[in-house]
């Protein structure tokens, strides 16, 4: 059973359109990462909570956003997608004691 | 600072033949060290990891890896490709306390040919 579920699968946006996407877990890990993955590249860590601490990578655009508004829940937020914003993005999470990250199957976002 | 290297971008093996793919890794604590497999339009998959003990780690699929301190290495080999290896490789290094951010390699693509 998926542990770490993103949806939707695939979503097509436009230019400047405000757009959320979503993960949700079943294990009650306390820390979950957003991870941005293009094409034929390493993912890159957006950021990330633990527990409720948001914590910002020195280099994800003001663009991005995340809520938590629970355990079981985190939402990345782009507030105005440009077409460099396509690409595949990566929710993941961790326990507090297992050091290992568990990620989910990934929304692929289109921006037209 | 923390980087990754994978210095194949694509293998190409035929089926059954073994393979190891390179890993190199530059950390300034104790690392932890992962390899993660993803199939194409899918997630990071576990394949396996070293966090301290013996440095031959087993992982799924008959897949091992070997941590070697001295070459700051951690190379995944695979004793016998099959056609359902095709997949892009990622090594990854994290810490081992705080919230255990992953620095990722830029990834090795296998292809198997039948």
């Known amino acids: 059973d998926a542990m770490v579920i993103q949806n939707p699968r695939y979503q097509v946006t436009q230019f400047g359109k405000p757009v959320t996407l979503s993960c949700s877990q079943t294990l009650n890990h306390n820390v979950m990462y957003w991870y941005q993955q293009k094409s034929s590249q390493a993912p890159k860590l957006l950021f990330h909570?633990?527990?409720?601490?948001?914590?910002n990578e020195a280099d994800t655009p003001d663009n991005f956003q995340s809520r938590r508004p629970n355990t079981s829940f985190c939402f990345l937020d782009i507030r105005s997608p440009g077409l460099g914003d396509a690409a595949m993005y990566l929710c993941?999470?961790?326990?507090?004691?297992?050091?290992?990250?568990?990620f989910g199957a990934g929304t692929r976002l289109s921006v037209l | 600072a923390q980087s990754v290297t994978q210095p194949d971008i694509h293998i190409t093996v035929s089926e059954g033949a073994s393979l190891e793919l390179r890993c190199n890794y530059s950390y300034g604590a104790t690392p932890y060290l992962f390899w993660y497999v993803q199939s194409p339009g899918q997630g990071l998959q576990l394949l396996l990891k070293?966090?301290?003990?013996?440095?031959l780690v087993q992982g799924i699929k008959g897949f091992e890896a070997e941590f070697k301190r001295s070459q700051s290495s951690f190379n995944l080999r695979i004793p016998s490709v099959h056609w359902s290896d095709a997949a892009e490789y990622f090594c990854a290094v994290g810490a081992k306390t705080g919230a255990n951010n992953l620095f990722f390699g830029t990834g090795t693509r296998l292809t198997v040919i039948p």
């Open positions: 909570y633990y527990d409720k601490d948001f914590n």
């Open positions: 070293y966090f301290s003990g013996d440095t």
């Open positions: 993941a999470l961790r326990d507090r004691v297992e050091n290992i990250q568990y």
